[in-house]
């Protein structure tokens, strides 16, 4: 009779599987907590030590790893020097193997879990016997995912050889996939503790394991290919729950990102803020104490540029703002919660996607870019600095309301790409100058989006994500009205920009932070 190896820390579904191998005449082998599921749903079973006649010992961590397992994992059946070798040694093919791994990941994503406790849930025995059954793929059926019981036992049921022997190769793929992210998420656990104890956040290999969330439609353009990976379920924006809408596209999923990264920094505020996006940079960004008061803000900082857009709030959206966001054409909006009248509102919207909840914890809290034969790592960017290390380098002063205005701007200009300038006034954005190949040109196109929206070019507060390389920027500003103006500093020209902002009345500070968005 075929035998069939069960050990598995996940046990959903394994009692209906083993009673249907039964059925099909298979003999059961298992190991501890998952033998005495087995014989407590009344099946029968046979302890590991009985094939390997040893009994387990190191409190578990030594039970499978012995030759009367492997052995009979990995004789290869049309071999007959195998076949004899394993029969001289009295040991017995092993058919099928049935495992899931220690919960490494899931204990070390707990607050609290001790070095140790991490240490134990580190599987040793599991992988290696998925691995000799994965090899050994011609003649012996592996499973380490529950979704795929169905289709097994459809396989081992029906008479067609080569229908199986496809099933095993797809099958050793997947075990292959899964014990290499198990590693990798080890590593990088070991790698986070010793960053902890030494600073290094850059280990000498960086081993990446993503999981395939979804299929997509196509990628940026029709005719790429594309699909969307996590970390882990649940991790980043595969937290977000999706309550209406067709399916996310490529780069729906980017504008996601870029209009989470803009609300970022308001986030947990007193007032709501609204960021709309296109291109996973601003058009328009503002709070208000509301959600709709946000929204209708940021919708007028550039109302052209928000058709077809993806917008996120920092707060839930209620019925009134769903009803002012039911006149715009959107593609996703994204926020925390959203009312049931909400839901019923902008559902009558079939193409618009509503995403529900937070980011989700990241393993890798790095910040990853693709180039051709690698990828560059860095830190995530850290959050705007709006106080402390400010200093006032003009000879007026900022008025208390420039001061909140240039905050404001300051914390806004962080997710608008580079060369960034954005204006703003009164809590929302009036102009935005994203991706320019000069600073003066991203001045020139932010006074000219304020110009096209309507707004009145007096009284506006300027945020640079980058030092003012010339004082050509901040003779254009105070021509359409800056009065105060937030950047970095750090120009060899700094004496000249301060001497330029001062000639213009205008009250600059530098934050001596830059926030580069390439």
């Known amino acids: 009779m075929p035998r069939a190896l069960l050990s598995v820390s996940h046990k959903a579904g394994l009692v209906d599987f083993a009673r249907a191998l039964v059925g099909l005449g298979w003999d059961l082998v298992s190991t501890g907590g998952t033998a005495r ?8 079973v046979a302890d590991v030590s009985e094939v390997t006649r040893f009994p387990e010992m190191l409190d578990g961590r030594v039970k499978t790893l012995h030759p009367a397992v492997h052995g009979g994992l990995l004789a290869r059946r049309d071999l007959a020097e195998h076949m004899e070798a394993i029969a001289a040694h009295d040991i017995a093919p092993i058919d099928l193997v049935v495992v899931n791994l220690y919960p490494f990941q899931e204990t070390v994503a707990r607050t609290g879990v001790t070095f140790d406790e991490a240490i134990e849930q580190i599987d040793i025995g599991g992988p290696s016997m998925l691995r000799s059954a994965a090899k050994n793929h011609a003649a012996v059926t592996v499973v380490v995912d529950p979704a795929d019981y169905p289709r097994v036992l459809d396989a081992l049921g029906a008479d067609d050889a080569p229908a199986l022997a496809r099933l095993r190769r797809a099958l050793a793929a997947k075990v292959y996939a899964h014990t290499a992210a198990y590693d990798a998420a080890i590593a990088a656990w070991f790698a986070g503790q010793l960053a902890a104890e030494d600073g290094d956040a850059f280990p000498e290999r960086l081993t990446l394991a993503l999981e395939r969330a979804q299929p997509l439609r196509y990628g940026e353009n029709p005719d790429q290919r594309a699909a969307f990976y996590v970390e882990r379920p649940g991790a980043g924006l595969g937290a977000l729950v999706q309550r209406g809408g067709k399916e996310l596209s490529f780069n729906n999923l980017l504008d996601l990102d870029g209009a989470l990264l803009a609300v970022e920094p308001f986030t947990g505020g007193d007032e709501a803020c609204c960021a709309i996006v296109k291109h996973t940079t601003p058009c328009g960004l503002a709070v ?4 709709r008061e946000a929204y209708e803000k940021a919708l007028a900082g550039d109302p052209t540029s928000a058709f077809g857009s993806v917008i996120a709030f920092t707060t839930a959206v209620d019925d009134a703002a769903a009803e002012a966001l039911a006149s715009l054409f959107v593609e996703c909006i994204v926020a925390p919660a959203f009312s049931d009248g ?19 914890p990241e393993s890798l809290a790095m910040d990853l870019k693709r180039v051709r034969g690698g990828v560059l790592v860095q830190e995530r960017q850290p959050l705007p600095h709006v106080d402390g290390a400010w200093k006032v380098v003009t000879q007026r002063q900022p008025t208390a309301a420039e001061l909140a205005d240039l905050r404001f701007a300051w914390r806004a200009v962080r997710s608008v790409k580079s ?3 954005l204006l703003a006034r009164g809590g929302m954005t009036v102009g935005i100058g994203a991706g320019q190949m000069s600073r003066v040109d991203a001045a020139f196109m932010a006074a000219h989006k304020a110009r096209e929206a309507g707004h009145a070019l007096d009284g506006l507060a300027l945020a640079s994500d980058a030092f003012f390389p010339f004082r050509d920027g901040v003779d254009q500003a105070a021509g359409v009205g800056v009065r105060a103006i937030v950047q970095p500093g750090g120009s060899v020209r700094d004496a000249e920009v301060i001497a330029a902002a001062d000639a213009h009345g205008i009250a600059m500070v530098f934050t001596g932070q830059r926030l580069f968005r390439h």
């Open 288 to 291: 208000g104490a509301s959600a």
């Open 342 to 360: 909400a839901v019923e509102i902008l559902g009558r919207k079939k193409n618009l996607r509503l995403l529900e909840g937070r980011p989700g």
């Open 419 to 421: 060369n960034a300038i």
């Open 37 to 44: 599921a087995l014989r407590e749903a009344g099946l029968a």
